[in-house]
T-cell receptor
Framework: DTGVSQNPRHKITKRGQNVTFRCDPI?????LYWYRQTLGQGPEFLTY????????KSRLLSDRFSAERPKGSFSTLEIQRTEQGDSAMYLC??????????????????FGPGTRLTVL | DAKTTQPTSMDCAEGRAANLPCNHS???????VYWYRQIHSQGPQYIIH???NNETNEMASLIITEDRKSSTLILPHATLRDTAVYYC??????????????FGKGTRLSVIA
């Protein structure tokens, strides 16, 4: 399967524990996005990377959240000292962006299946 | 990015066309209309996008009004597998390329046998 993969698919943790999620994007995609989705709502943007550089972070990404993409391939999202309000689906997406002289080439975002986090 | 308004839910008979409306009355000239859908327990899936002209691909057609203040996504022959939440998103392309998507609550489409 050459789509976006996320692990684990489900995570149950106790309040105060740290959790880490992993996202493996489509191999040739240089952009990687993290979103969060709570029940009944659409996904909300958290942060995105181009290669290993983190280019944008939303206000939703509190100090307890940290994302990395050390080699420009897979990415991890860590939540420290989890709270019950962190319970959500965490979605990863990837896309390809290329800046050419006189133009740009980019594809749409392809999403993974998500990691469902439950904080007890 | 401009705000969009969609009905909360819609039903469609299997085999019939599903027409999903979206209002985006504050859309700017450089903003595109995008549609994604999310089937239960899956990540969102890109469907189609357009700027001014009507667009068609293997999944759907997108009809944008001349004043660009509203649009309609058409699934020509809905199947049970098209049951999903459909999101209409208005989005500007920056010079830096793809921007993060801003999702609303979408329309929950139920295709009925």
């Amino acid at each position: 399967d050459t789509g976006v993969s996320q692990n684990p698919r489900h995570k149950i943790t106790k309040r105060g524990q740290n959790v880490t999620f992993r996202c493996d994007p489509i191999s040739e995609h240089n952009r990687l996005y993290w979103y969060r989705q709570t029940l009944g709502q659409g996904p909300e943007f958290l942060t995105y990377f181009q290669n290993e550089a983190q280019l944008e972070k939303s206000r939703l990404l509190s100090d307890r959240f940290s994302a990395e993409r050390p080699k420009g391939s897979f990415s991890t999202l860590e939540i420290q000292r989890t709270e019950q309000g962190d319970s959500a689906m965490y979605l990863c997406a990837s896309s390809f962006y290329l800046s050419l002289a006189g133009g740009r080439t980019y594809n749409e975002q392809f999403f993974g299946p998500g990691t469902r986090l439950t904080v007890l | 990015d401009a705000k969009t308004t969609q009905p909360t839910s819609m039903d469609c008979a299997e085999g019939r066309a599903a027409n999903l409306p979206c209002n985006h009355s504050t859309i700017s000239g450089n903003e595109y209309v995008y549609w994604y859908r999310q089937i239960h327990s899956q990540g969102p899936q890109y469907i189609i996008h357009g700027l001014k002209n009507n667009e068609t691909n293997e999944m759907a057609s997108l009809i944008i009004t001349e004043d660009r203040k509203s649009s309609t996504l058409i699934l020509p022959h809905a199947t049970l597998r098209d049951t999903a939440v459909y999101y209409c998103i208005v989005r500007v392309f920056r010079n830096s390329g793809n921007t993060p998507l801003v999702f609303g609550k979408g329309t929950r489409l139920s295709v009925i046998a």
